[in-house]
């Protein structure tokens, strides 16, 4: 098992930057894959970004790349992601999620955190 607290959220205006993070705990991150989704109102999961634990190898939404970066702190047990120029689409519950692969299916990943709110104004 494990467990996912993010934190981070808030609202911030358009252009603002903001860093999400996620602490894990229960077991050990070590061959497993962890990744951002975001739920806007009225839509589907959707894929963000993700980051393979043991290599640092990366993915991101083409909607993000460029604007994003997901990162992680081995020491830390914790995963990041960095928000820039964000845009009133980016509004939405981001939640973090950890895999044993790499998948940009939201129904594959194995355990889900409870989710922070952003809120891009403009």
């Known amino acids: 098992q494990v467990q996912l607290v993010e934190s981070g959220g808030g609202l911030v205006q358009v252009g603002d930057s903001l860093r999400l993070s996620c602490a894990a705990s229960g077991s050990t991150l070590s061959g497993r894959v962890m990744g951002w989704f975001r739920q806007a109102p009225g839509k589907e999961r959707m894929f963000v970004a993700a980051i393979i634990w043991n290599s640092g190898t990366t993915y991101y939404a083409t909607s993000v790349k460029g604007r994003f970066t997901i990162s992680r702190d081995h020491a830390k047990n914790t995963v990041y992601l960095q928000m820039n120029s964000l845009k009133a689409e980016d509004t939405a519950v981001y939640y973090c999620?950890?895999?044993?692969?790499?998948?940009?299916?939201?129904?594959?990943?194995?355990?889900w955190g409870q989710g922070t709110q952003v809120t891009v104004s403009s």
């Open positions: 999620a950890s895999n044993k692969v790499y998948t940009s299916s939201t129904s594959s990943w194995d355990f």
